[in-house]
Structures are given as C-alpha cells and as structure tokens.
C-alpha cells in the first residue's frame, strides 16, 4: 500500500498494562509525527522524529510514554501502565519534511494513517 | 498560550455553500492546512495556502487568508451530504526544531443536511 499504516485499528487493555502502537510510515518519508485525539477534541502533537531521532518530544504527556522509530522507517508508540484518560485515538503521520530542506519542506503535506483506537479499561 | 480555534459545528443545507473560520494567533505562521476527516478515518489534506497569499481556490474549495486579522476561512460551494465531516485547520509555525509540526485546531464539525 501507499499510504500510512497503523495497527492494531482498535484495542482494548485494561487499565495497568502496557500497550504498543505501530507506524508504517510512506517509503521515503524522512518525518513522522504522533498525534493523539481525544473524543470530541482537536489533535495534540505528541511526538516528532527526523529519521530515527526525535527532535521534539514536547507532547508526550508523561514518563508513561515513549516512541521510538528504527531503519527511519517504522514507529512504535508505548503507553506503559495505561489509564483511562489515555483513550483516544492515537494518529500517526508522516512527510517528506526534513531540516535540510528548507522552507519548501513546510509545503510537504503531513499524510496520516487512519489511527488506532485505544480504549482503556 | 497560542491556539487555533475554530468553531464547533455548522449545519448547512444541500446545494448551499459552508463557511468554516478558522483563527489562529503565531505571526510567524508560514502553511495554513484545511484536513477533513471523516468518521473512523485518518485526516485528508484538503488544501493548504501560504501565508503571503490571500487567497486560493481550487475546485468547490476556495481558502481566505486575512494575515491582519489572522483569520482563514474554508469555503465549499455547493455542499454536498458527502461533505459533511470534520474539517480541521492547521498551521505550521516558523523555525524551532520541528520542520513540518502542524498545531490543529479542534475541528469544526459540518453536517449537510438533504
């Protein structure tokens, strides 16, 4: 496929266990970007990487958190010890954007996948 | 802080045309986005215009930049049942380290009535 894959679509875990969110980003896309959406609510940024580090991780709410990406390909997010106020959905995106590319990478548009739905328990 | 905003919900009849506002408050903003997403699926790039732009229209779509007011505006002539969605706006913000970092903001929810 072309676009962004996510998975699962849809989980279920009970509050205390961790769960893992993977990221398919577009083959070649150099940014990737999670963002979560609460019901009712506009997107927050969550985390941002170049390649496989991750210059701004301002919008990981807590320590709970973390995401990493390998081979600037594929990103896993991890919730550990899950709330219920971490129900959303977790969206992820990715892009030709780079910081070697200068302002015509502002023009690059983000692509997202079409998220996973995490419910908490 | 600095937020988009938006206005939650609009209702418009078939055939009518839909205005979505969208204010946001960085000077510095260069891209402003229009997404839609619709239910149970990711956000589809609408357009987007430049900030030295005051205007852009592509197809039913016509995006209104005041850069004074920081205003923009989606309009869609001849709404259809298919449009309705959730339509976000977006900006990127100059410099920082996040090339590319969209802030939202929290959608406005379009429902087209028959």
């Known amino acids: 496929g072309a676009g962004v894959s996510q998975s699962p679509s849809n989980k279920v875990t009970e509050k205390g266990k961790d769960v893992e969110l993977r990221c398919d980003p577009i083959?070649?896309?150099?940014?990737l970007y999670w963002y979560r959406q609460r019901l009712g609510q506009g997107l927050e940024f969550l985390i941002y990487?170049?390649?496989?580090?991750?210059?701004?991780k301002s919008g990981l709410p807590s320590d709970r958190f973390s995401a990493e990406r390998t081979g600037e390909s594929v990103s896993t997010l991890t919730i550990q010890r899950t709330q219920q106020e971490d129900s959303a959905v977790y969206l992820c995106?990715?892009?030709?954007?780079?910081?070697?590319?200068?302002?015509?990478?502002?023009?690059?548009?983000?692509?997202f996948g079409n998220g996973t739905r995490l419910t908490v328990t | 802080g600095e937020d988009v905003e938006q206005s939650l919900f609009l209702s418009v009849r078939e055939g009518d045309s839909s205005v979505i506002n969208c204010t946001y408050t960085?000077?510095?903003?260069?891209?402003l986005y229009w997404y839609k997403q619709e239910p149970g699926a990711g956000l589809q790039l609408l357009t987007y215009?430049?900030?030295?732009?005051d205007m852009k229209q592509d197809q039913r779509l016509t995006v209104l930049l005041n850069k004074k007011d920081k205003h923009l505006s989606l309009r869609i002539a001849d709404t259809q049942t298919g449009d309705s969605a959730i339509y976000f706006c977006?900006?990127?913000?100059?410099?920082?380290?996040?090339?590319?970092?969209?802030?939202f903001g929290q959608g406005t929810i379009l429902t087209v009535h028959p």
């Open positions: 995106a990715s892009s030709l954007a780079g910081l070697d590319r200068g302002l015509s990478s502002y023009n690059s548009p983000l692509h």
């Open positions: 083959s070649g896309h150099t940014a």
């Open positions: 990487f170049q390649g496989n580090s991750a210059p701004d």
């Open positions: 960085d000077s510095s903003s260069t891209y």
């Open positions: 215009i430049f900030s030295n732009m």
């Open positions: 977006a900006e990127i913000r100059a410099g920082g380290t996040s090339y590319g970092k969209l802030t």
